[in-house]
């Protein structure tokens, strides 16, 4: 089955920084690559995804990348705000079937 | 719209204990999923039904069983509680066709086992 890697586990920056989490997924098949955002005693909720046909997405300040050949892509959020302190989540699936979530980041924006 | 709910929210059980996780959903999804949260462990799948009247293992689903009531409701059951099943619950759907889409969380039920 898949198997997502996500690194770093926890992640502190200077607002208005930026942050990158990578991730890496095993099944050459897997298409769709979802990122959730959990605040603190939250539910996870979806911030971002692509599909393997795309490289790159962006919505406003977070972005993220998609290299199929090395089998990884990354969340990239600019200009860190405090209400970016959360756990990320990637994710990896073949299309509808079973998301395979990663074991999160915890990110930490410092004022 | 509720979206997916999730009942009880908090639940302490003694070992050996039985219960059932219930959850809803009001967005006419095909999919349901039940995940555990656990510290440094990400969300992991115990059992999911990408439609009504199929369920399936996950990754962890020993210990669990699930029920497929309606294409609305999508039960966990722990049939004798362990300690090791001290986690956070989450139940989960999503559309299930058409491409890949969103997958909704309920709000989480925290069980401990004693």
């Known amino acids: 089955g898949e198997n997502v890697e996500q690194h770093p586990s926890t992640l502190s920056v200077q607002e208005g920084d930026s942050a990158v989490i990578k991730c890496t997924y095993s099944d050459s098949a897997s298409n769709y690559f979802p990122w959730y955002k959990q605040e603190l005693g939250k539910r996870p909720q979806l911030i971002i995804d692509?599909?393997?046909?795309?490289g790159e997405k962006k919505d406003q300040r977070i972005a993220v990348t998609l290299n199929k050949t090395a089998k990884h892509f990354s969340l990239h959020i600019t200009e860190t705000q405090p209400e970016d302190s959360a756990v990320y989540f990637c994710?990896?699936?073949?299309?509808?079937?079973?998301?395979?979530f990663g074991t999160g980041t915890r990110l930490t924006i410092i004022p | 719209n509720a979206g997916v709910t999730q009942t009880p929210k908090f639940q302490v059980l003694k070992t050996g204990q039985s219960m059932t996780l219930q959850c809803a959903q009001d967005m006419n999804h095909n999919s349901m999923y039940w995940y555990r949260q656990d510290p440094g462990m990400g969300l992991r799948l115990i059992y999911y039904s990408a439609s009504e009247g199929t369920t399936d293992k996950g990754e962890v689903p020993n210990g669990y069983n699930v029920s497929r009531l309606n294409k609305r409701e999508f039960s966990l059951r722990l049939e004798s509680a362990a300690p090791s099943q001290t986690s956070v619950y989450f139940c989960?759907?999503?559309?299930?066709?058409?491409?890949?889409?969103?997958?909704?969380f309920g709000e989480g039920s925290r069980l401990t086992v004693l």
């Open positions: 994710a990896a699936a073949r299309g509808n079937e079973k998301l395979t």
């Open positions: 692509i599909r393997s046909n795309v």
């Open positions: 989960a759907s999503r559309r299930g066709t058409g491409g890949p889409g969103e997958l909704f």
